[in-house]
């Protein structure tokens, strides 16, 4: 069902569907007491969660590991004015356990960029939401 401004909520597990679908996301978070935004690549985990694989040293792992963080990916059609997006917001933390990350070695997301010494990390899914537009006409009607 349509809201009024012509999106329509998705439900839980059609957001995790369509974040299953698209390779690369977006995590925002705070560096120096301002909101920044990192196109990263990822992958699901079983558990919802969201897995970024990334350098020990990076940036982005000082600013989010153990903090509160937003990841939003979508996918859109210009052409045909349609499209979602969804959100999960949740606590990212560095995977320490070395089981796990053997585990996540053989089935978690690979990184885009050549490292040494990577590690991953997970950001709960603590909450999911997304809405998708579908097909508006020029005219702005559904």
Known sequence: MFQSD????LEHQECLRLLAKVPVGRVV???QALPA???VNFSLDADSSVLL????????????DGVVVAFEADE????????WSVVVTGRAAVVTDPAEHERLLRTGPDSWMPMRDGVFVRI?????????LMGASVHGTV
């Open 76 to 83: 859109f059609h210009a052409e045909h004015r349609a499209g």
């Open 37 to 39: 935004v990192l196109p």
């Open 29 to 31: 978070y705070t560096r």
């Open 124 to 132: 709960e899914a603590g909450m999911v939401s997304g809405r998708e």
């Open 53 to 64: 694989c990334t350098s020990r040293d990076s940036d982005l792992v000082r600013a989010i």
């Open 6 to 9: 012509g999106f329509r909520a």
